[in-house]
C-alpha cells in the first residue's frame, strides 16, 4: 500500500517524540467505557505496545468498578456508594480483589501478550508494591465534615518503585491492579486514578495519561464548547473548589494533581473510546485531551 502525503506527514510530526520519548517511562490509566467494549479494549493495548515498541517504558494500572459491580451482585451483595467510593466490607474486598486481580488484570496480561508485548501481571500484595492505609470518607452533614469507616477502602502510604524499574529496566510492561496491602496483611481496594497518580508521581514518570469517557476537562462540565486544552494543576484544584469539575472527573483531576507533585512531567485526561488517542495525545503538536501541567 502506497503511502499518502498525509502518512508520510504523520510520521514526520511523530519523529521528534519518539526521540524525545525514548526510554522514558508512560503510565497509563486504563479504564471507563474502553475496557468495556472488545474492539477498543484491543485498540488501546495495541497503542500500549507501540509505546514499548517505540522504546517507551509503559506502565498500566487498570480499574473495574463495572466487573466488580456485576460479581457483587452475582454474589448477592447490593453496592452502596458513600462520596462515591464502594462501601467494602470484608467478604466484598475478597469479591473486588477476585475480579480485579483474578480476572481482569489476568485479562489485560494475556492481550498484551499476544499482541507482541511483555506484559507481567502486578498487585498490591506483590513485594508489598502499594502500602495502603484505610481511607475514611468525608460525609458533610449540616455544614459539618465527619469521617465514615466504609470498609477495607486504602489510600496509598507507599509504592514499591524499584520492582516496577526492575520490569521496566527488562523490557516488561507491568499492568497494575489498583489494591493495597495493609500493616497486617490485609486487602484494601483503592480507587484507581489514585493509585495512577501515585504511581506516576513516584516513578517521576514522563508522562500520565489517564483514559476516560469525555473529551477532558471543561471550565463546565455542563458546556460541550468550554473544554480545555491546557491548565495548570492550580487552576484545575480551583475549579474543583468551585463546582466546576465534577462527579467521576474529580479523581482523575486529583490523580493529576499527585501525580504533578510527587515529580512526574505532565498529566493527560483523555477519551480512551476514541481511537488511537494514546498516540494522538503522545506524537502530534495537538493533542486530543487536556494537558494537567504544574506550571503555564
Do not use: W
Not at 502525503?5 to 524525545?20: F, G, H, R, V, W
Not at 486514578?193 to 516513578?203: F, K, N, R, T, W
Amino acid at each position: 500500500m502506497l503511502m499518502t502525503d498525509k502518512s508520510i506527514a504523520t510520521l514526520m510530526e511523530a519523529l521528534p517524540y519518539l526521540y524525545d520519548f525514548k526510554n522514558k517511562t508512560i503510565v497509563v490509566k486504563y479504564g471507563g467505557n474502553a475496557m468495556l467494549n472488545d474492539e477498543i479494549k484491543n485498540k488501546v493495548l495495541g497503542d500500549i505496545v507501540f509505546l514499548q515498541k517505540a522504546g517507551m517504558r509503559p506502565v498500566v494500572v487498570h480499574g473495574g468498578g463495572p466487573e466488580i459491580t456485576a460479581m457483587l451482585r452475582q454474589a448477592g451483595k447490593k453496592s452502596e456508594f458513600v462520596s462515591g467510593l464502594r462501601v467494602t466490607d470484608a467478604e466484598s474486598v475478597g469479591i473486588a480483589e477476585m475480579a480485579l486481580v483474578g480476572k481482569i488484570n489476568t485479562d489485560l496480561v494475556a492481550r498484551l501478550n499476544m499482541m507482541g508485548g511483555r506484559a507481567v501481571g502486578l498487585n498490591g500484595k506483590d513485594a508489598c508494591l502499594t502500602k495502603a492505609k484505610k481511607h475514611l470518607a468525608d460525609v458533610y452533614e449540616n455544614g459539618e465534615v465527619n469521617l465514615v469507616d466504609i470498609g477495607y477502602v486504602g489510600d496509598v502510604e507507599s509504592i514499591n518503585t524499584h520492582l516496577i524499574n526492575v520490569l521496566l529496566d527488562n523490557g516488561y510492561i507491568p499492568v497494575i491492579a489498583p489494591t493495597g496491602v495493609g500493616q497486617s496483611g490485609e486487602t484494601y481496594n483503592i480507587n484507581a486514578d489514585s493509585v495512577a497518580g501515585e504511581i506516576a508521581g513516584a516513578l517521576k514518570a514522563e508522562k500520565l495519561l489517564v483514559l476516560t469517557d469525555v473529551k477532558g476537562i471543561y471550565s463546565d462540565y455542563r458546556d460541550e464548547s468550554s473544554f480545555i486544552s491546557t491548565l495548570s494543576f492550580e487552576k484545575a484544584q480551583e475549579l474543583i473548589i468551585r463546582g466546576k469539575i465534577d462527579g467521576g472527573m474529580i479523581p482523575k483531576v486529583r490523580a493529576c494533581i499527585t501525580a504533578l507533585s510527587g515529580g512526574a512531567k505532565k498529566t493527560h485526561i483523555i477519551d480512551g473510546r476514541a481511537e488511537h488517542t494514546i498516540l494522538m495525545e503522545i506524537f502530534s503538536d495537538e493533542g486530543v485531551g487536556t494537558e494537567v501541567v504544574k506550571g503555564l
